[in-house]
Every structure is written in structure tokens, then in C-alpha cells.
């Protein structure tokens, strides 16, 4: 009778691993919840109003639980529209899954309130604003008129087109042939000279510079005709 009840032991043993091992799933709750927080902190600094839509976990899903989560955006993803997010279990012997995520944006955003033409410089007038998603317009639209005003039309626009910073290029801060003011900053100590500058040059851009003493640097161009070089 020993070996029927022996072997009725371990069956019943194997059925209670067994089923232990089916209960043992990853709560969906704690997936989500970590997603939220990481969708946050990410969309913390961006403008308007933020909401999003977060695909459900399978609660009868083959993940051993786990505490330790970790979110992630994939390499080179932005932080709204359509996406996924990453949660990685991050102990030992870990696991990794994806979960999609629709990230919405909405915000005023800056149209053209009249035609632009080809190389027309954008004043306040030229400008109005739309509410909508971002994450349903192209990449690039611009919130702020400080990003659009003094700029140059980069092609001719139609009245009530979304502005994109691609469509507009930066003005000139330094003309060739203007005299500058050249500065060279280095560790406790700044020299300024003057020159003439050899190139046209955006804010930021490179600009070579002939000096008084026939000399020609290369400096940054910054705003009221200066041309920066640091050491």
C-alpha cells in the first residue's frame, strides 16, 4: 500500500508546483503603473496638455513577477505620438517586453495668418496660432513666435500652413565686409581686437576674420557683431 500512497504523494506534489508556477504571472499593475511614471517624467517639459494611452499587459501573460521595473524609450523615439516603451525586469535572470503607447500633445501651434513669399522676412503679423496634437503634425512645428519672427521664408507658404523650423532660416549676424568686434576668452584672461569679417554667418555659426594685422581667425558669430574664440 506504501508504493500507491508514495506515488499519489508526488503527483499531487508535481500539481501543486504546476499550478503555483501557472499563478505566477507579472501584475499587470505594476507594468502600468511604472510606464506612467516614466510617461511623467518625460513629457514633464513638453507644452500644453498631456495624455496618454497605454496598451494593456496580459494579465495571464509567462512573466515571472518581478519589483525591480525599469521603462525605457527605444533609441532615437520621442516622447509623444504613437511609440512604445520598454519595461525591463531588471533582477536576475530579468525580462524585457514592449508595451505601445499613444502620447498626445495639445497645444497652440503657429500658422501662417497670411501668404509668405520666397526669402520674406516673418514679422508678428504674419503669424497666428491653431490648437491641436503634435503628435498627429510633422516634427519640427514651432509654439513659439520668437522662433519664427526675424526669420526668412525659406519657400513660399500659403496663408494657414503650419510653421516648421525647416521652412525658416535664421537671419545673418554678421554680414561679410562688416567690421567686428573679435573676442578671445581663454582661462584668466580675454583679449578683444577688431577685423573685418570674410563670410556671412548665423548666430552660432563659424566666421573667419581678418584682423588688423593681416591675420585671419576663426570665431563663433554672436549677437551685435561679435565674433567669439575661445582657448
Known sequence: ?????????????????????????????????????????????????????????DPDNHLAPCTALEASLPAGAKAWGRTSVAVRC???????IFLPVHIRVVTDYLVTASPLAQGQTVTLGNLTRQR???????????????????RTALLSMSSGRPLRADMLRQPNIVQQNQTVK?????????????GRALNNAQEGQVVQVRLGNGQVVSGLAKAGGVVEIGF
Do not use: C
Not at 32 to 44: G, H, I
Not at 132 to 142: E, K, M, T, V
Open 1 to 57: 500500500m506504501k508504493r500507491p500512497l508514495l506515488l499519489l504523494s508526488s503527483a499531487l506534489l508535481l500539481f501543486v508546483v504546476q499550478t503555483t508556477h501557472a499563478l505566477a504571472r507579472q501584475d499587470p499593475v505594476q507594468v502600468r503603473n511604472t510606464v506612467e511614471a516614466f510617461l511623467k517624467a518625460q513629457t514633464r517639459g513638453l507644452p500644453g496638455d498631456i495624455s496618454y494611452t497605454i496598451g494593456g499587459l
Open 90 to 96: 531588471q533582477a536576475e535572470h530579468g525580462w524585457s
Open 132 to 150: 491641436g496634437d503634435l503628435s498627429d503634425l510633422p516634427a519640427g512645428i514651432l509654439t513659439d513666435e520668437r522662433e519664427a519672427v526675424g
Open 182 to 194: 573679435v573676442v578671445s576668452r581663454g582661462p584668466g584672461f580675454q583679449v578683444t581686437n577688431e
